[in-house]
C-alpha cells in the first residue's frame, strides 16, 4: 500500500511539470495568434517603441550598468561592484550635502508648485475666454524666459543696488548691503524662490486644458446627487474627472523638483559657497561632464533614479485615493 502510494505520488509529480508545460505552449500559441490579428497595430507601433528603447530604455539600463565599474571615457569598463555606491553614501560628503539639498528642494518646492499651478488653473478658468488667455500667457510666461535669472541676480544683488538690499536699507531694516547669493544661509532658500517662480509650466497648461474639457453634465448630475458647495464639486467631480492630467502634472513637477541643476548655478554659481546650493544633478555634472568619471557618475544618475521613480509611485498611489 506504501509503494502504491508512493508511486502515485511520483506521477503526479512527473504530470504536474507536463501539465505547466502544456498551459505555457496554448498561452504563446494564443500569444502569437494575437499579434498576427493585431500586426497592423504593431507595425505602427514599432518606431516609437524603437526610439523609445534606443534613446530612453537602453541609456537607463546602460546608466545601471556603468555604475558598477569604473569608466573614464579612455578606457574600457572595469568592474567593481558596489564600490560606487559605497563611496557616495560612506566617503563622498559633498554628495551627502547635494542629497540633503535635493531632498529638501523637492519636500518644499514638488508640493507647493503642484498645488500652486492647480489652484491658479482653476482660478483662471473662472474667467472669460479673453482675460483667461492673457492671465495664462503672463503666468506661463516665466517658464519660457531665457533671461529669467537676470532678473533675480539684479534683484538680490550684494551691492546697495540690488533692489532688495535697497529696500531693506531704504526702510531701515538693514544697515550694509547682504551678499544674498554668496551667504550659505540665504542661497538655498532664494534658488528655492525662483524655482517657485518658473514653475508654471507644462503641468500649469495641462491643467488648464483638463479644466477646460470637464464635462459638464457632470457637475449638474453632482448638484441633483448632493454636492452644495465649489469645494465638494472640486474633491468629487473635478479632480477625479482630472486624474490622467493630474498624473502627467505630478511626474512634471517631481521631474523638475529632484533634477533642479541649472537655476543653481547661474543663480549661486558653480560650486556654490561651502556647497550650500549643490544638488545631485550639479554633483553629477561635476563627475560626468567635468572630470569624466562616468561610473561614479551613472551610480549618481541611478541614485537620482531611484528617488524619482519612487516619489512617482507614492504619488500614484495618493492620487488613487482622490474623490473617495
Same mark, same amino acid.
Given at each position: 500500500?506504501?509503494?502504491?502510494?508512493?508511486?502515485?505520488?511520483?506521477?503526479?509529480?512527473?504530470?504536474?511539470?507536463?501539465?505547466?508545460?502544456?498551459?505555457?505552449?496554448?498561452?504563446?500559441?494564443?500569444?502569437?495568434?494575437?499579434?498576427?490579428?493585431?500586426?497592423?497595430?504593431?507595425?505602427?507601433?514599432?518606431?516609437?517603441?524603437?526610439?523609445?528603447?534606443?534613446?530612453?530604455?537602453?541609456?537607463?539600463?546602460?546608466?545601471?550598468?556603468?555604475?558598477?565599474?569604473?569608466?573614464?571615457?579612455?578606457?574600457?569598463?572595469?568592474?567593481?561592484?558596489?564600490?560606487?555606491?559605497?563611496?557616495?553614501?560612506?566617503?563622498?560628503?559633498?554628495?551627502?550635502?547635494?542629497?540633503?539639498?535635493?531632498?529638501?528642494?523637492?519636500?518644499?518646492?514638488?508640493?507647493?508648485?503642484?498645488?500652486?499651478?492647480?489652484?491658479?488653473?482653476?482660478?483662471?478658468?473662472?474667467?472669460?475666454?479673453?482675460?483667461?488667455?492673457? &492671465? *495664462?500667457? +503672463?503666468?506661463?510666461?516665466? %517658464? =519660457?524666459?531665457?533671461?529669467?535669472?537676470?532678473?533675480?541676480?539684479? /534683484?538680490?544683488?550684494?551691492?546697495?543696488?540690488?533692489?532688495?538690499?535697497?529696500?531693506?536699507?531704504?526702510?531701515?531694516?538693514?544697515?550694509?548691503?547682504?551678499?544674498?547669493?554668496?551667504?550659505?544661509?540665504?542661497?538655498?532658500?532664494?534658488?528655492?524662490?525662483?524655482?517657485?517662480?518658473?514653475?508654471?509650466?507644462?503641468?500649469?497648461?495641462?491643467?488648464?486644458?483638463?479644466?477646460?474639457?470637464?464635462?459638464?453634465?457632470?457637475?449638474?448630475?453632482?448638484?441633483?446627487?448632493?454636492?452644495?458647495?465649489?469645494?465638494?464639486?472640486?474633491?468629487?467631480?473635478?479632480?477625479?474627472?482630472?486624474?490622467?492630467?493630474?498624473?502627467?502634472?505630478?511626474?512634471?513637477?517631481?521631474?523638475?523638483?529632484?533634477?533642479?541643476?541649472?537655476?543653481?548655478?547661474?543663480?549661486?554659481?558653480?560650486?556654490?559657497?561651502?556647497?550650500?546650493?549643490?544638488?545631485? &544633478? *550639479?554633483? +553629477?555634472?561635476?563627475?560626468? %561632464? =567635468?572630470?569624466?568619471?562616468?561610473?561614479?557618475?551613472?551610480?549618481? /544618475?541611478?541614485?537620482?533614479?531611484?528617488?524619482?521613480?519612487?516619489?512617482?509611485?507614492?504619488?500614484?498611489?495618493?492620487?488613487?485615493?482622490?474623490?473617495?
Amino acid at each position: 500500500m506504501g509503494n502504491d502510494h508512493l508511486a502515485g505520488v511520483a506521477v503526479r509529480e512527473n504530470e504536474a511539470p507536463a501539465s505547466r508545460i502544456a498551459t505555457l505552449r496554448g498561452r504563446l500559441v494564443q500569444l502569437r495568434g494575437e499579434m498576427k490579428r493585431q500586426r497592423q497595430g504593431y507595425v505602427l507601433l514599432a518606431p516609437y517603441f524603437i526610439l523609445f528603447f534606443v534613446f530612453t530604455a537602453f541609456p537607463v539600463l546602460m546608466a545601471f550598468g556603468l555604475s558598477f565599474t569604473y569608466f573614464n571615457v579612455l578606457e574600457a569598463p572595469v568592474w567593481i561592484g558596489w564600490d560606487n555606491y559605497a563611496n557616495l553614501f560612506v566617503k563622498d560628503e559633498v554628495f551627502l550635502i547635494a542629497l540633503k539639498n535635493t531632498l529638501l528642494f523637492a519636500a518644499i518646492t514638488g508640493p507647493v508648485s503642484y498645488i500652486a499651478c492647480f489652484f491658479l488653473a482653476w482660478l483662471i478658468n473662472e474667467l472669460s475666454p479673453g482675460i483667461r488667455a492673457v &492671465v *495664462t500667457l +503672463l503666468f506661463y510666461a516665466p %517658464s =519660457i524666459s531665457g533671461n529669467a535669472y537676470l532678473i533675480w541676480q539684479v /534683484a538680490f544683488s550684494g551691492d546697495s543696488f540690488g533692489y532688495v538690499n535697497a529696500f531693506l536699507m531704504k526702510w531701515g531694516f538693514i544697515l550694509e548691503p547682504v551678499q544674498w547669493l554668496q551667504d550659505p544661509k540665504y542661497m538655498l532658500a532664494i534658488v528655492m524662490l525662483v524655482q517657485l517662480w518658473l514653475s508654471l509650466g507644462t503641468a500649469f497648461l495641462a491643467f488648464i486644458a483638463g479644466l477646460q474639457g470637464l464635462d459638464a453634465t457632470l457637475i449638474e448630475a453632482g448638484a441633483i446627487d448632493g454636492i452644495r458647495n465649489r469645494w465638494q464639486e472640486l474633491w468629487f467631480i473635478t479632480l477625479p474627472s482630472m486624474r490622467p492630467m493630474l498624473m502627467f502634472g505630478a511626474v512634471m513637477q517631481i521631474t523638475s523638483s529632484f533634477a533642479v541643476a541649472d537655476v543653481a548655478t547661474y543663480m549661486v554659481g558653480f560650486p556654490s559657497p561651502q556647497y550650500a546650493g549643490h544638488t545631485i &544633478v *550639479t554633483h +553629477l555634472k561635476d563627475f560626468g %561632464s =567635468i572630470r569624466f568619471e562616468m561610473g561614479y557618475a551613472s551610480a549618481i /544618475a541611478t541614485v537620482l533614479f531611484v528617488m524619482m521613480l519612487g516619489s512617482n509611485l507614492i504619488v500614484q498611489k495618493l492620487l488613487r485615493k482622490v474623490g473617495d
